[in-house]
């Protein structure tokens, strides 16, 4: 079940950034607004992802401008580097960004063949905090009763919606694979190039696996 609630949860692993909170006045409609976004956000991919007869190669570039689009990957990417972003090099910086974004777009666009009539339903639209807004929602597939429960966390920047969170059954992914990535570092002897090595070769680098995979 997990796995397949990590389909539509799309990975990963997200930051917070910076950005305008809406005033006191708009937050109705700004949680609203969210909850349609992530709704349509769902059956979007669903349409785009799952097409009969898609090339893994097609399947993997639809998923890469979704990415790109609906959540802030360069500031994921930095987030979750943690206090390794400052000690990079501009250099090594460039390459680790590239590096995770195709890493997130192998790991979960692949999974989209597996995807099974899952739906993805809005229970609720709540404030988080000022700037925020989180978006509650519920997995269901088909012949199974327990649905996967997970929960969005939604800013506005620059006039649209972008996700800067997702939460599997209370787990933080952004979180989850900042703490990931940080224990394969320091096995690594905090050398930064042999991360990187790992990386290019999808080698000891797992997304989430220490934390999701175990409750499936």
């Not at 709704?39 to 007869?53: C, K």
């Amino acid at each position: 079940m997990f796995r397949r609630g990590i389909v539509l949860a799309g990975c990963f692993m997200l930051a917070f950034f910076m950005t305008i909170a809406p005033s006191q006045s708009q937050s109705d409609s700004f949680a609203a607004g969210a909850g349609k976004f992530i709704q349509s956000l769902a059956n979007r991919s669903i349409a785009e992802l799952t097409e009969d007869g898609l090339s893994t190669g097609e399947r993997r570039k639809r998923f890469r401008v979704i990415l790109n689009n609906e959540f802030a990957v360069k500031t994921i990417g930095r987030w979750v580097l943690g206090r390794y972003w400052r000690q990079a090099t501009d250099a090594q910086r460039a390459e680790y960004l590239k590096l995770f974004e195709n890493l997130l777009v192998v790991t979960y666009a692949d999974r989209f063949a597996d995807y099974k009539g899952e739906k993805l339903s809005v229970i609720k639209s709540m404030a988080k905090g000022k700037k925020d807004i989180v978006v509650f929602t519920k997995i269901r597939k088909p012949r199974d009763p327990k649905p996967v429960e997970i929960q969005w966390r939604v800013r506005a920047k620059e006039g649209k919606y972008i996700i800067i969170d997702v939460m599997v059954a209370g787990i933080s992914m952004g979180q989850s694979q900042r703490s990931e990535f940080a224990s394969v570092i320091r096995r690594n002897g905090g050398d930064l190039d042999l991360f990187l090595e790992d990386m290019r070769n999808q080698k000891n680098i797992g997304m989430l696996k220490t934390t999701v995979w175990k409750n499936e």
